[in-house]
């Protein structure tokens, strides 16, 4: 069984670093093909893809975020790791990982999210 | 930057048909942008539809469909029901590792 689970600060500062684990069960982070991305969505507003790391370690970033983004894997743990440096209250969201599988670039498998709040 | 459009909002009748279309700001959605489609209810994480823009996500209705028309993607939903009501969202691969997401359709099932 695929699963997926955020965890993370409910509560983090202007300015602070944040930082955002996906805990992954059901397949490995490191099986060829296997991608993982972090999408989130502000409070009433659209999804906004932020990150993938792939089961070679290649990473790819949002365009408009690519400076303030960091994505990595911890493949004894099996988890994917996101950084996202100088928040701002704009960076309220929940934030969920998400599986990608192979070349179709769709999301098989998302996590429940964590809602991360910025405080100024 | 090339944006992913939606309309905001739909509204269809129950057992009524819609489609929801998903396009871009600059040029033609096709098979090698592999659309996407996402379904999502208040408070809960978004559930795969459609991927490589006809294939439905095992477990989903027939009564939703994807397919390509004219120069964008689309959703179409065949008999709609009362739990239909969600937001739905589309996805389009851009290129070199890219994936980029649509605003969103609000649809109403009154």
């Known amino acids: 069984q695929v699963t997926l689970k955020e965890s993370g600060p409910a509560l983090v500062k202007l300015t602070q670093t944040l930082t955002l684990t996906c805990t992954c069960s059901?397949?490995?982070?490191?099986?060829?093909?296997?991608?993982v991305s972090w999408i989130r969505q502000a409070p009433g507003k659209a999804l906004e893809w932020l990150a993938r790391?792939?089961?070679?370690?290649?990473?790819f970033y949002s365009t408009s975020l690519k400076t303030r983004l960091t994505i990595s894997k911890d493949t004894s743990k099996n988890q994917v790791v996101l950084t996202m440096t100088n928040l701002d209250p704009v960076d309220t969201a929940t934030y969920y990982c998400?599986?990608?599988?192979?070349?179709?670039?769709?999301?098989?498998?998302w996590g429940q999210g964590t809602l991360v709040t910025v405080s100024s | 930057q090339t944006v992913v459009t939606q309309e905001p909002s739909f509204s269809v009748s129950p057992g009524g048909t819609v489609t929801v279309t998903c396009g871009l700001s600059?040029?033609?959605?096709?098979?090698?942008?592999?659309p996407s489609w996402y379904q999502q209810t208040p408070g809960q994480a978004p559930r795969t539809l459609i991927y490589s823009t006809d294939i439905r996500s095992s477990g989903v209705p027939d009564r939703f469909s994807g397919s390509i028309l004219g120069n964008k993607a689309a959703l179409t939903i065949t008999g709609a029901q009362a739990d239909d009501e969600s937001d739905y969202y589309c996805v389009l691969y851009m290129g070199s590792g890219i994936v980029v997401f649509g605003g969103g359709t609000k649809l109403t099932v009154l």
């Open positions: 998400a599986r990608t599988r192979g070349y179709n670039y769709y999301f098989d498998y």
């Open positions: 059901g397949f490995s982070v490191s099986t060829s093909e296997m991608r």
């Open positions: 600059s040029g033609s959605v096709s098979i090698s942008n592999y």
């Open positions: 790391i792939d089961w070679d370690d290649d990473k």
